[in-house]
């Protein structure tokens, strides 16, 4: 219970990875909010498992493309919890494909959702955080190596998170809130099937040879919100079954 009386935010929480956050965050006894975009049912059944553990739990409708629904999101977060010490940027959105055949509304999916939606949540989130506050994103491990053809932008939409939160790092230092990321390899969500027609050529380069589960990188999270992290800033998780090894 080493998050007990703390209030977080995840973005993207009703399924996968954001959904293994939350309810790691609140077994370790932290009230949590989440967002969704298009699963209120799962949303409100995350919502649901987090108050069996007998925490508070909101869930939230908020687009992470859409500027003001984020902004909302972070203000009704803080309303409802009483106050913000742990913001997990979460919520992501992958597309695919060879750059030349890629649409403009791919394009701008990735960019909104995984850059600026971060920029944003964190913006918004900065004014209400706790002295020695967290903020966790989710990279993943194509933000440093791109092993595999036909994901350059969305790599890249990872790897602006790296210097976005190295510059916050340095920002928010004298506040002690601290800024990293973890970067997931391939992990078995509705995202990335382990059981998927891509996942077979991924797995062939995972050092321990199989996906990884949405718990693995929760308990990377929650590690980086607890009280032992409190010196670790700036700076990345990657947890990945060796696939950049
Ligand atoms: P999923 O697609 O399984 O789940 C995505 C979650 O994000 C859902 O809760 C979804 O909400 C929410 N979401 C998607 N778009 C938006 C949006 N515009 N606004 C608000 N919420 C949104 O993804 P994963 O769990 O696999 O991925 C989570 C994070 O991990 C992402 O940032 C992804 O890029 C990253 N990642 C995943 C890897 C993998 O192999 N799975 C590997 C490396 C990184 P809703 O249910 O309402 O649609």
């Known amino acids: 219970m080493d998050l007990l009386g703390k209030r977080a935010l995840v973005t993207g929480g009703s399924r996968g990875i954001g959904a293994a956050i939350a309810r790691e965050l609140a077994r370790r006894g932290a009230d949590v909010a989440i967002t969704y975009v298009s699963s209120p049912e799962r949303a409100a059944g995350v919502a649901k498992e987090i108050e069996g553990l007998g925490r508070r739990a909101l869930a939230i409708a908020?687009?992470?493309?859409?500027?003001?629904?984020?902004?909302?999101?972070?203000?009704?977060?803080?309303?409802?919890?009483?106050?913000?010490?742990?913001?997990?940027?979460?919520?992501?959105?992958?597309?695919?494909?060879?750059?030349?055949?890629?649409s403009l509304d791919d394009i701008d999916a990735i960019i909104d959702v995984n850059i600026r939606g971060v920029v944003l949540s964190i913006q918004a989130a900065i004014p209400h955080l706790s002295q020695g506050g967290r903020i966790i994103s989710i990279g993943s491990c194509l933000a440093e190596r791109v092993a595999m053809p036909g994901i350059s932008v969305y790599s890249m939409s990872k790897?602006?998170?790296?210097?976005?939160?190295?510059?916050?790092?340095?920002?928010?230092?004298?506040?002690?809130?601290?800024?990293?990321?973890?970067?997931?390899?391939?992990?078995?969500?509705?995202?990335?099937?382990?059981?998927?027609?891509?996942?077979?050529?991924?797995?062939?380069?995972?050092?321990?040879g199989h996906y990884g589960k949405p718990e693995d990188i929760a308990g990377a999270v929650a590690y980086l919100a607890g009280p032992g992290a409190a010196q670790v800033t700036g700076t990345g998780i990657v947890v990945d079954g060796g696939l950049n090894a």
């Open 159 to 208: 790897s602006a998170l790296i210097s976005l939160t190295r510059g916050l790092a340095r920002d928010l230092g004298p506040r002690g809130i601290t800024v990293n990321l973890v970067h997931p390899g391939p992990t078995d969500t509705d995202m990335n099937p382990a059981a998927g027609p891509q996942a077979e050529a991924q797995r062939a380069g995972i050092a321990l």
């Open 62 to 102: 908020a687009d992470s493309a859409d500027p003001a629904a984020i902004k909302h999101s972070v203000e009704e977060a803080v309303a409802g919890l009483g106050g913000l010490d742990i913001l997990v940027n979460n919520a992501g959105v992958a597309r695919g494909g060879p750059l030349e055949s890629m």
